[in-house]
């Protein structure tokens, strides 16, 4: 390709609605443009890195058998009301009606329409094991987009969709799905970590979740320094206990004007946060419900879903006008005693281990201090419900454990027969008997992946593209396009390298050269070459894009040097 035609709007400031470096990077390098919110255009240089991506993704995908289908984003809501996924995927699935004004999603995921492809035709166990997939645009109506190919409402995923005869072919597929994850991300060049992840929405058992590590990370992972152990914090048992054996006193009022967080608690009362009990409100459905959890600590709000019996979209933090009504005062003096009745109180599993701990009054500008579980208030106790964090103890091994960030890269999950059940699909076993299949599903997130290697591979100039998904391995910029032996000495190289089967580009706008060279830089191809006030002697600069010496070498040698580096 050459630039003076390619189509690659790079810009020199930063987009101001950009936050994250990934996002930043690809609108500057002319890879997308925003169409709506979570909605982007992909430009030709982003597209072929996608492709590239893809095609890794295949390969992998190829080599564990697994087969690839296309199916159509836009699905009849009769399967998903056969799951019941109709009404639990709630405001995150964009809806539709045809003219004749039947129900359609744009899909979010495709277990039901996977599972209904073979429910009908898929009869014995010798079909089994089966591995299908596709790479396809998903739909999901975040209630957050943001941070560009990071959390779009339109987005590439790979998903695929394993069918089993029982447990352990299912954890066979689950385990080959897993490698073949490792050689994607592996070779995507990405720094990941395996984490234990929660089922959620998707029901089943077992689940890993595929980090890509970034310290602006969206999800925060929690790991052992000692044994395997690692989850996202969502699902990480927290391990915290608080041990006291002082004497239960009596509970008493405390005047604490404006004094509404745990920090302003803190400087009043000249104690640590762990004195505190914090009381959240949430509406959960129909329901309010009280929360209580130890000052110093974090609220986790998967943990607390599985003791309600809502879908994760009915869970809210309580409005102000509802805090008001319940603990009859103003926001930030909320606690267990004297809450408006039929407010469910949940309590965290330490809380009745606190002694003489400081609640919210339920009354404008006071605390309590010395209440005590049971003497002074009681409630539902449900176990974990707070984040782990750094230090906590290892629920595996007992050693301490740290805290990374990153980007959900991939997903898998052991479904058992939750689909396969719903939706009726069965397989004659050997004797001749009807059993429900095994089912796995595992995502790959094609487009935010995209997004996460550009997170880790860049410096201040732009992008550092890893060979094995750059747009173009090769630029050869034309130092000054007004010198006729420069242009001729770059021709003839791009003409080489491109007879050869390498994916260059040719540099041979008429700018002036700093241009040129930022712009190299900004859209990261790996490997440059530059053809300047040299060229008549037939000798060039090589460099890599990810920094190093400069060489001067000759014409000739730029295609073996080229092909080296790229085995
Ligand atoms: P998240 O927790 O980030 O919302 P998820 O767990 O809901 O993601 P999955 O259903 O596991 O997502 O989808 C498989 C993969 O698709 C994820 O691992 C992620 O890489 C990607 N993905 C999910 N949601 C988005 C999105 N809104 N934009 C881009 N990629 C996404
Ligand atoms: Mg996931």
């Known amino acids: ?23 930043q990077l690809l609108l500057r390098a002319g890879m997308i443009r925003k169409l709506a919110s979570g909605v982007y255009t992909y430009l030709p240089l982003a597209v072929k890195v996608l492709k590239n991506i893809e095609e890794i993704v295949r390969e992998e995908m190829d080599a564990i058998d697994s ?42 995921t495709h277990e039901e329409v996977f599972t209904n492809l073979i429910r009908h035709e898929l009869k014995s ?6 591995s299908l997939y596709q790479i396809q645009t998903k739909y999901r109506d975040e209630k957050r987009p943001r941070f560009g190919l990071m959390r779009g409402r339109e987005f590439t995923m790979k998903d695929a969709y394993t069918f089993d005869r029982d447990e352990e072919g299912m954890r066979k597929s689950y385990f080959e799905m897993w490698g073949a994850y490792e050689n994607i991300f592996n070779r995507c060049s990405l720094d990941f970590k395996v984490v234990e992840g929660d089922s959620g929405a998707m029901g089943g058992s077992d689940s890993h979740e595929f980090i890509a590590l970034s310290d602006v990370g969206e999800t925060e992972i929690v790991f052992c320094n000692s044994c395997d152990y690692a989850a996202t914090d969502e699902k990480a048992a927290c391990s915290y206990k608080i041990e006291s054996d002082e004497d239960v006193k009596t509970i008493e009022k405390v005047h604490t004007p404006d004094v509404k967080t745990i920090d302003e608690l803190e400087s009043f009362f000249n104690v640590s946060k762990n004195n505190f009990i914090k009381t959240l409100l949430y509406t959960a459905g129909e329901e309010t419900v009280a929360v209580l959890i130890p000052g110093d600590r974090e609220l986790n709000e998967v943990k607390l879903l599985k003791h309600l019996d809502v879908l994760a979209h009915d869970l809210e ?41 400081i ?8 605390h309590l201090k010395n209440a005590n579980f049971d003497t002074d208030f009681t409630g539902e106790v449900v176990g974990d419900l707070i984040m782990a964090k750094a230090g906590d103890l290892c629920p595996k091994c007992g050693d301490a454990m740290s805290v990374e960030r990153g980007n959900e890269v991939g997903n898998i999950f052991q479904l058992g027969t939750k689909y396969s059940k719903a939706l009726n699909a069965t397989f004659l076993d050997e004797n001749g ?8 599903s595992h995502g790959v997130g094609v487009s935010r992946t995209l997004a996460a290697i550009i997170e880790q591979h860049h410096d201040e100039h732009g992008i550092i593209w890893p060979l094995s998904v750059a747009p173009y391995h090769v630029i050869i910029t034309v130092v000054n396009s007004k010198k006729e032996d420069q242009q001729a000495l770059g021709l003839e190289l791009y003409e080489t390298l491109k007879s050869a089967g390498i994916k260059v580009i040719l540099d041979d706008r008429k700018e002036r050269a700093g241009v040129k060279f930022a712009d190299a830089e900004l859209i990261g191809i790996p490997l440059r070459v530059n053809v300047g006030r040299d060229a008549s002697e037939s000798l060039v600069e090589f460099k890599l894009r990810s920094g190093g010496e400069t060489e001067v070498i000759s014409s000739n040698d730029v295609l073996n040097k080229v092909q080296e580096l790229l085995k």
């Open 1 to 23: 390709m050459k630039m003076s035609k390619y189509y690659v709007p790079t810009l020199k400031e930063v987009p101001a609605e950009a936050e994250l470096i990934s996002h």
């Open 433 to 440: 008997k009807e059993q429900l299949i095994l089912m796995g």
């Open 317 to 357: 933090i309580a409005a102000p006008e509802v805090v008001k009504e319940v603990t009859s005062a103003e926001v930030g003096f909320a606690g267990p005693i004297g809450l408006k009745e039929g407010v469910r109180v949940l309590i965290d599993e330490r809380i009745p281990m606190m002694r003489n701990a």
């Open 359 to 366: 609640i919210g009054a339920n009354e404008t500008d006071y």
């Open 125 to 130: 166990y010798k079909q089994l094991p089966l």
């Open 67 to 108: 087969q690839e289908c296309l199916m159509s984003a836009l699905c009849p809501s009769e399967l998903w009301k056969e799951t019941g996924r109709w009404d639990d995927f709630g405001p995150e699935m964009f809806r539709l009606h045809d003219r004749h004004n039947r129900e359609f999603c744009l899909g979010p």
